[in-house]
Nanobody, 116 residues
Framework: QVQLVESGGGLVQPGGSLRLSCVAS????????MNWYRQAPGRERELVAT????????DYADSVKGRFTIGRVNAKNTMYLQMNNLDIEDTAVYYC?????????WGQGTQVIVSS
């Protein structure tokens, strides 16, 4: 079955950095577009970044452009999100996601808290 496992969240001060990871299994990772989403308290889940199957195309929400970098290593079935210059507004649960087998799958999420 499809499994997505995120890690790397934590507490960081404004201006700091974190690197999130997502390890995938149960589908052909190297053939799928992958996404990072986030959901802040009291807000709807929003798309943060998207990466094409080969990693050649990357798209970002305007709010994170220039600060976040999405990446993947298909040989390791792993996707990353490098987050730099973090802001309090980046506080959220971050989810790895894929659409495959006719439905969208989500990881359990990893909490990122940006606070001084």
């Amino acid at each position: 079955q499809v499994q997505l496992v995120e890690s790397g969240g934590g507490l960081v001060q404004p201006g700091g950095s974190l690197r999130l990871s997502c390890v995938a299994s149960g589908f052909d990772f190297g053939l799928k577009i992958m996404n990072w989403y986030r959901q802040a308290p009291g807000r709807e889940r929003e798309l943060v970044a998207t990466i094409s199957s080969a990693g050649s195309r990357k798209d970002y929400a305007d709010s994170v452009k220039g600060r976040f970098t999405i990446g993947r290593v298909n040989a390791k079935n792993t996707m990353y999100l490098q987050m730099n210059n973090l802001d309090i507004e980046d506080t959220a649960v971050y989810y790895c996601s894929v659409e495959t087998q006719g439905q969208r799958f989500w990881g359990q999420g990893t909490q990122v808290i940006v606070s001084s």
